[in-house]
């Protein structure tokens, strides 16, 4: 069974910064575009960034352009988010997402809170 294991949310100032992480196991990984998420009280789950298969050109949602960096690391199963400069409105829970279109497979992580508070 797919599991994809997220790590380091927690509590920062503003301005601050937080790398997360997810883990992926029992999966082809580097046959998957791999993206992350997120999902603020209320509001509904929105897209912050995406890299694909090959670690190539990546998008970011305009809100996170110049803060957030994403990448990958195949050989060893993971998704990175590097978060600078932390906002407030940051303040959500981070979900990593591994799609392959072609056959239908769509996975998600079990999500990790991130808060940005003084």
């Known amino acids: 069974q797919v599991q994809l294991v997220e790590s380091g949310g927690g509590l920062v100032h503003p301005g601050g910064s937080l790398t997360l992480s997810c883990t992926a196991s029992?999966?082809?990984?580097?046959?998957?575009?791999t993206s992350w998420y997120r999902q603020a009280p209320g509001k509904e789950r929105e897209l912050v960034a995406t890299?694909?298969?090959?670690?190539?050109?990546?998008n970011y949602a305009d809100s996170v352009k110049g803060r957030f960096t994403i990448s990958r690391d195949n050989a060893n199963k993971k998704l990175s988010l590097q978060m600078n400069n932390l906002k407030p409105e940051d303040t959500a829970v981070y979900y990593c997402?591994?799609?392959?279109?072609?056959?239908?497979?769509?996975?998600w992580g079990q999500g990790t809170q991130v808060t940005v508070s003084s």
């Open positions: 997402n591994l799609r392959w279109l072609i056959i239908g497979a769509d996975y």
């Open positions: 890299i694909p298969r090959n670690g190539g050109s990546t």
């Open positions: 029992k999966i082809t990984f580097s046959n998957y575009a």
